[in-house]
């Protein structure tokens, strides 16, 4: 079995991470490997980022049908493009924010995600919500460092994800951390050791996730809203994405 | 005051309807004129085309900056790219299907949204109670007809999104209807007068409402979730969209 | 174009700072005057205060459509008698808090109100998320004082709204204020200036919402909820609103 | 203990129904009568008859203190001005709507309400939902019929309550209806004999509810949002609702 | 009239405070009195006890039908057994979570619950927002006490709670406060007396509710959800419970 | 790695066909076998059968424990004792009605619930919404056919399930079908083929789950709600329960 985890950013350490993270628990069958698309934005810290990111994996997609992959993993905690790769393949695609959700429901009660910029919060609580009940998710804390800074300091950045998270369980009440960035991959098993509760890194699980799919042979419905795009012609720079 | 209203697809006979549309009611002062973007899907139906019509979107508002535009419309109903759009300018940017909402909301009690394609049916209902109280909404509507196909032959196009209309009305007990297309444009007086109840079209009412927000001196909110995108580079044929 | 702008107190001071407000930003061909009734409270900071003052709102509007209004505003933080307000007339009428969650939710994510006495917070609380959903209003907050004594010491009231303005910004992570009280329209510019996020005063926000109704020809729609009243006797005082 | 049963509208014989209903089930020391306004709709069938109800019904709650009343009941399915009345008295004050909602609630796992005038639908379910959560209530039904058509046919009347009952029933898969207007207080008996679920009268159910409270003790809080109204003036005919 | 209340655990000292709690408001002709089942755990704090007490539970209300009862209560604030019983018997069952939730909706706007252990915060929370709509309640506060605490040390236990409850009106704004447990029914009166805001003892609420029911001659609804169990066999420890 | 799956029903035709399922994933390290309690209801189809079910499960999740179990599946579609047994135990429990949501989330944007009686209906309901956002579930719909009914005469049951399924799918707009009973997992893949829509059998998708959670290295959190029991003293038949 072949899955293609696509880092929507085109920041190749990070990529590295997190085929590293990825590649954690499969089976000695799956084949698992990271990509960062040829186009798109170094980081993803915005709606504009998380856009502009979305044809970058589109391509990886399509490219990936043509490589025979079996399935996809979107490795950035927003899922960017989610929906729109359902469309494109009818092998399963899974996005590490609801992995994380999904994994994190069945060990604890309530959870908190801690996460980068202030900026994000809003828009992460959108994007679990759409995943479980509300009542779920206790808190999206932030800690205010960019994505990349915790490539630079990586010993200062778990301290700062290790301090939101000890709010998260004893003034949130949360049962429960997810790791609200791809680029956090390195530090659950750690933080999973200080906090005494699980701590979920979506690269890990959605993996395993997309795994359990395939093996089980499931494919995406494509009766009504993943139905495959409708035939058209695109212009410009995106004449490529065209199916005309 | 310059009001840029943007066409998310690329078929011009389209774009030509919705600035007849959104010209119709502004006042003297108010220069409207409506684009399409240089990149992007003829047509938006899916996630797919959806996604892949923002990066033309943001340029439009960037170059619209650079113009000195006061304001934007984004003239497609699921709104694409609006989030981002406000990022990346501090003037206001109103979506069809967000101003068709506040609008209906202000006129009736309970207001269905008439559509295209079967496959947006749960895409347009998260769009819409993104905006208002679920409640609000008492159904979305499809007539399987594709986007063009309304431009190919508008008078059955009408009918079958008034046969549409009229179930929501007696069926669903909606008091008013939201048309959810920008290429609808031209059906709003006809079906208000055939249903004796409010027809939004949501191009009119988004081109007044971001009129009234620059009369009144409004911008965008810097502070959290719509600050300014974070300064970054961008690859391949995304580069021009980088900051750094 | 005539739009009635109804102070639902009958204290003529804040009548007069509301029609101030009311005026700053309509055109030059609408005529905007405000009124208080003939019967009701002196100031609307309870329930008890709230219904009764809506026989006098709904008196105006009846008086309204005889001097040939085109639109209403209900100027209360709390709009009240706006659903029979729209009943009895087919002309459009606004609400403050209404078109004040409309426009900040054009330009920010999240906001929060900040009102008077803290008895108002539920009811507040309700009022809002009435028109948008829930997760758009990050808090109500109170400053614990009457609606009066805004105007006996603007000074100091000023004051105690910037405070919990700057809680709700720091805190609760607010990106817009609303004024939860048509007393506050003299503040809105200069608490702008100090938080540096869009701070909303409903009364120009509705009076400006109401002037686009007009202009787009919308009438309340009189299928279902807002049908005009049946006809029938009132007694006793209130025989003058029969209809009989 | 006396408690007053408030018909919030003017029409006596409706008055003596609902007062019949009221003492059906109280214990022997409870002394019970019903009241209308000496103001008000002869009828409540829009927000309009609603809110205008209100003045009349706080009148009879002031007087009823004036008369050591131990609890109130208000007898229309909207529970006009509820509210306000437990701002005005520490005595418990029920609502026909509420109690009908919290003794069905324990009695089935779904209900139905089934009223008046289709133009109400919306309005009921705005009230229900304010009481029990949104699943509880599977559908609101209406006959068209206005209230007082109920009084002059009762036999049609019945049978068109019956057959939106077994819709409800049938297609809903309710397991209780609750009657959603005063004015069906004589129909329960019958209408649950027939089909076999709990049919609820909100009068008879709310005037036990006030009982209760009143045996245990109860009185509303005075602590935030049910604190005694301001003290203030009122002008015109409003006047003597004054507390200045 | 005959109401059985059954304290789901087996502490008899508890199910006597429990008695003379459910006795307190009752009519002449209402006999109350209170057990535990033969079989079960000593407290309930967990999901296990919960599920656990439930055989008991239902032992004593198939015992109550045949020893002529008219309604049950079941006395634990997470209502253990409570949907079950309802299929069991035709006769009224209410659960003191329940009941307090509806007596405190019409005395208060807002209320909190105060409860035993830190782990019960979410099941709490979960219980009573079954019975009404999310927003009536403020928090679920938890003093880290066990149950059996309470009982022996109540001095202690009752300033653990007084804690708490200010904490509910102060910080969060609660207007009534719900006792979570049913060994609290001996701290109300004092803690009413102290805060100011109605306290609600559940085991009194319920018993009065079941008492009102029996009055109206309520029975549960035999359509749908809760029917008869279909008859079938139990095996083992439970082949009592069989029904072949 | 050993994996228990708990049949909560003590019919052993029907663990044996569950175990079949739950054995068709699961890679060659893995043991899976399937068990009915000792103790419990032939089968599942009221609150009654399924709180009585629990105390055989929790039996089978002790034993299991002693056993070196590494994870359990809860093998009916109402998940009885998920929670109590999360408490019980540190090894991952999954429900098939959880692991069902949480596969379909992946590959459909819309599901419905087939599933046994009509009684089954608001619990079914009440089921999945705990896992999932309310608008993910398009509705549940029953066969009205008993649990066993469907071993009798598994022909005319798939057609039953068939039928109700299309309607899901045309009528609700269903992209994904989950069968909404243990009994019914040698359907999924006829359903699958006739339907053209992913039918998911939750025994697999659990089995599946539950290895994964395995593989990752995963422990139920022990913080908050799912710690282990309070120790204490069980009374009576359930003595063996006590772990004081």
Redesign the interface.
């Known amino acids: 079995m072949k899955i293609k985890v696509i880092n929507p950013n085109?920041t190749l350490s990070m990529t590295r991470s997190i085929e590293h993270a990825a590649r954690r628990?499969v089976?000695l069958d799956t084949q698992v490997w990271a990509v960062s698309?040829?186009?798109?934005?170094?980081?993803i810290?915005?709606?504009?980022?998380?856009?502009?990111s979305?044809?970058?994996v589109?391509e990886e997609i399509r490219r990936g049908d043509e490589e025979q992959c079996d399935a996809y993993v979107i490795a950035c905690f927003g899922d960017p493009?989610l929906?729109?790769a359902?469309?494109?393949t009818a092998h399963?695609?899974?996005g590490i924010a609801?992995a994380a959700c999904?994994?994190a429901?069945?060990?604890?009660?309530?959870f908190s995600v801690v996460t980068v910029?202030?900026?994000s919060?809003?828009?992460i609580?959108?994007t679990v919500?759409?995943?479980?009940?509300?009542?779920k998710v206790v808190s999206v804390r932030t800690t205010g460092w960019?994505v990349l800074a915790f490539e630079r300091d990586p010993e200062a950045g778990l301290a700062a994800i290790a301090e939101e998270s000890r709010h998260a369980?004893n003034r949130d009440?949360a049962?429960?951390i997810l790791l609200g960035c791809a680029g956090f991959v390195d530090f659950a098993d750690e933080l999973a050791e200080e906090l005494?509760?699980?701590v979920l890194d979506g690269v890990?699980?959605a993996t395993?996730?997309a795994?359990?799919?395939v093996?089980?042979g499931?494919?995406?419905?494509?009766?009504?809203?993943?139905?495959s795009?409708?035939r058209?012609?695109?212009?410009?720079?995106?004449?490529p994405?065209?199916t005309?």
């Open positions: 085109t628990f089976g698309p040829q186009l798109g934005p170094a980081s810290e915005s709606f504009y980022d998380e856009y502009l979305i044809p970058g589109l493009g929906q729109a359902r469309e494109l399963p695609v899974v609801e999904f994994v429901s069945t060990l604890a009660k309530r910029l202030h900026r919060r809003a828009f609580e959108e919500v759409g995943y479980v009940p509300r009542e960019p369980v009440h049962e429960a005494q509760v699980p890990a699980a395993k996730y795994e359990l799919l093996t089980m499931q494919r995406t419905s494509k009766v009504g809203t993943y139905a795009p409708e058209k012609q695109f212009t410009g720079l995106l004449a994405f065209g005309a």
